[in-house]
């Protein structure tokens, strides 16, 4: 049997759908890409307040925190869906879809990435990875790599502690339960950074693992994640 046919066959018994809407053709549909809601501004990601190309402002910039947050899309809608499809329903190939509308919104925003930055996705704990079966942002951050044609090193960070979900965590909370989770595996000798997630939140993870990088001599750590919520 042929691959041509293996996949009409696959395709007519289990037809692709839409991950958002449900409509039969596409892993995710142009009307839901309609849907999507675009980050018009970005934000500091220490303060909240709104920041230029997503710049940290200096009044909030210390030796460890990242130098700038990027997030193409709000956390609402067909964005959800398209995490909640790669996160928990195991649509590894939502991935590839998540980086290119990430790159090509923010190519749109006029921000380009340099080559010399290596891709660091945030690490899962051992218990979550081998429960799941994979790394969401790992599979993020491995299309944007390959897109953008920058080194991508997975196992450059890695989690030391297992630690309750940050999902119904306050701020306080999230930024307690973070602490110290992070360790990097080899010293970075002044490289820069692209760290990547599915979604920022309070962003007390980024900031922990930014913290981590710096201290094993990261240059400029920027973050990337598809959504803000």
């Not at 951050?141 to 030391?160: E, T």
């Amino acid at each position: 049997m042929t691959v041509f046919l293996l996949n009409w066959l696959l395709e007519l018994i289990y037809p692709t759908r839409c991950v958002s809407c449900g409509k039969r053709g596409k892993l995710f549909c142009e009307e839901c890409g309609g849907k999507l809601f675009p980050l018009s501004l970005f934000s500091c990601l220490v303060c909240g307040k709104p920041a230029l190309g997503g710049f940290t402002h200096s009044a909030c910039q210390d030796r460890f925190t990242p130098e700038r947050a990027l997030s193409a899309f709000s956390y609402r809608g067909p964005a959800r869906s398209l995490v909640k499809a790669l996160k928990y329903r195991g649509l590894r190939r939502v991935a590839e879809v998540m980086a290119d509308l990430t790159l090509e919104d923010l190519a749109e925003k006029g921000i380009t990435f340099g080559k010399r930055a290596w891709v660091v996705p945030i690490p899962l704990s051992f218990l979550r990875q081998n429960e799941r079966g994979f790394n969401q942002a790992e599979l993020f951050a491995q299309s944007l790599a390959k897109s953008l044609k920058i080194k991508i090193l997975p196992s450059l960070l890695r989690r030391v502690k297992n630690t309750p979900s940050q999902t119904t965590l306050s701020r306080e909370e999230r930024s307690h339960n973070i602490q110290g989770v992070f360790a990097a595996t080899r010293r970075i000798r002044k490289k820069d950074i692209l760290l990547i997630d599915d979604v920022l939140t309070t962003g007390s993870t980024v900031r922990e693992a930014a913290k981590t990088l710096k201290k094993k001599g990261a240059n400029q750590v920027w973050v990337l994640t598809f959504a803000r919520d």
